[in-house]
């Protein structure tokens, strides 16, 4: 399976504090994009990171990429109870044709308490 | 103002039924994707659409088939409903020669009783 894995599979803060999620895959990659799901929502694109960049940063969020071992993380930095949702790490692999085909890992669950 | 929409939201049907789900992209994208959700939230990617011809084809059951009239749309059809097809389908659109993110619609529930 070229299915992703993240851990943790749940995380509690307090508002205010940095929340960190991580993901690995198993496959080359063209990229790796993080997306968030709010409760019965669909996924919103959060930030992408290309397989020749390390980090990226936009606005409160902070990603890193390391492929040589196939992992991710993601920081929320001075979290916010609006950031209460499932965040998914998705890698993006061409296929011919060009319909670059997403597959995502199985989410983190992040709870912020106000 | 809507960019992918599906309807219905949620759908309750009974086993051995047909449905279909729509949905709509006001975007100009020429990619499109189904992906199914299951109760432990695992996204799996189940057709993309590209340019009105199926690029992608994961290991789904034949009962399920995507129709795409035009660029804008792309249905999904399920035969003879089963009770494992339960789940949240998500809609999502691309455009293949620009950015690589993709904008989801806001799911159809399908409950198979």
């Known amino acids: 399976s070229q299915q992703g894995e993240e851990d943790p599979q749940a995380l509690s803060i307090q508002e205010g504090e940095n929340a960190t999620m991580n993901c690995s895959y198993k496959t080359s990659i063209n990229n790796l994009q993080w997306y968030r799901q709010n409760s019965g929502r669909g996924l919103v694109h959060l930030i992408l990171?290309?397989?020749?960049?390390r980090e990226k940063h936009s606005g409160r969020l902070r990603v890193t990429l390391d492929t040589s071992k196939k992992s991710s993380s993601l920081l929320i930095t001075a979290s916010r109870a609006a950031d209460t949702a499932s965040y998914f790490c998705?890698?993006?692999?061409?296929?011919?044709?060009?319909?670059?085909?997403?597959?995502f890992g199985t989410g983190t669950r992040l709870t912020v308490i106000p | 103002d809507t960019a992918v929409s599906q309807t219905p939201k949620y759908l309750v049907t009974q086993m051995g039924n047909d449905k279909s789900i729509k949905c709509e992209q006001n975007l100009g994208h020429d990619t499109m994707y189904w992906y199914k959700q299951d109760s432990k939230k695992f996204l799996k990617i189940m057709f993309s659409?590209?340019?009105?011809?199926?690029?992608i084809n994961e290991t789904v059951p034949n009962r399920f088939s995507p129709k795409s009239p035009d660029k804008a749309h792309l249905n999904l059809h399920i035969n003879s409903l089963e009770l494992g097809d339960s789940a949240v389908y998500f809609c999502?659109?691309?455009?293949?020669?620009?950015?690589?993110?993709?904008?989801f619609g806001p799911g159809t529930r399908l409950t198979v009783l």
């Open positions: 998705a890698t993006d692999t061409l296929f011919l044709g060009g319909a670059n085909n997403l597959f």
């Open positions: 990171i290309r397989s020749n960049e």
């Open positions: 659409y590209n340019n009105k011809e199926l690029i």
């Open positions: 999502a659109s691309r455009n293949a020669g620009g950015r690589h993110e993709q904008f």
